[in-house]
């Protein structure tokens, strides 16, 4: 099945810096790759997401590229603020059951910290 | 508001003692399912549920029940729970079964089995 490594397990920058975070997926057949914030105390929420037909999307500071030959993307947040710090998590989607079911199977989770 | 809400938001319990954590979508979606967060692990899958009277299992159902009796209601039972159950807990929810629809998650629950 689909698995997701997800890379760095934690990360600290200084507010106004860049941060990276990127995943790597097992299934070539994984066409969609969303990216979850989970604030403190709070569940994940979307953020942003690209298809396999795409290979960057931006919104405003946070971008999203794929690598469909290298099975890997990435997530990237510029001129980073205090707000930012939280769990990112990247996904993959698997197909689940019959007809166009799917399923995300998520990363392990990285902890931005953005340091004022 | 939109929302899943999740209760209780924090749960101690002790080995064996039969417990269920509610959930309740507002947002009339097909689709609902259970996560369990665990430190270096992320979120993994419990049990979805496709529409009412439809759930199957995910990665890590061992332990877990779940039913889908009405629509909006998902609740999640551990009819003997142990240590290893420990965990943050999260259900969520999506309109469409594609894997695509975003999921909305609730606030999750932190139990404790001692």
């Known amino acids: 099945g689909e698995n997701v490594e997800q890379h760095p397990s934690t990360l600290s920058v200084q507010e106004g810096d860049s941060a990276v975070i990127k995943c790597t997926y097992s299934d070539s057949a994984s066409n969609y790759f969303p990216w979850y914030k989970q604030e403190l105390g709070k569940g994940p929420q979307l953020i942003i997401d690209i298809r396999s037909n795409v290979g960057e999307k931006k919104d405003q500071r946070i971008a999203v590229t794929l690598n469909k030959t290298a099975k890997h993307f990435s997530l990237h947040i510029t001129e980073t603020q205090p707000e930012d710090s939280a769990v990112y998590f990247c996904a993959a989607k698997l197909l689940q059951g019959s007809g166009n079911t799917g399923k995300l199977i998520f990363g392990q989770g990285t902890t931005l910290q953005v340091k004022p | 508001e939109a929302q899943v809400t999740q209760n209780p938001r924090y749960l101690i319990t002790v080995t064996g003692k039969k417990l269920t954590v509610t959930c309740s979508q507002n947002?009339?979606?097909?689709?609902m399912s259970w996560y369990r967060q665990d430190p270096g692990l992320g979120l993994r899958q419990i049990y979805y549920s496709m529409n009412v009277e439809v759930t199957d299992k995910g990665d890590v159902p061992e332990g877990y029940k779940v039913s889908r009796k009405e629509k909006r209601n998902f609740p999640l039972i551990l009819e003997s729970p142990s240590p290893n159950q420990t965990s943050l807990y999260f259900c969520?929810?999506?309109?469409?079964?594609?894997?695509?629809?975003?999921?909305?998650f609730g606030n999750g629950t932190r139990l404790t089995v001692t």
């Open positions: 947002m009339n979606h097909e689709y």
């Open positions: 969520a929810s999506s309109w469409g079964r594609d894997g695509i629809s975003p999921l909305h």
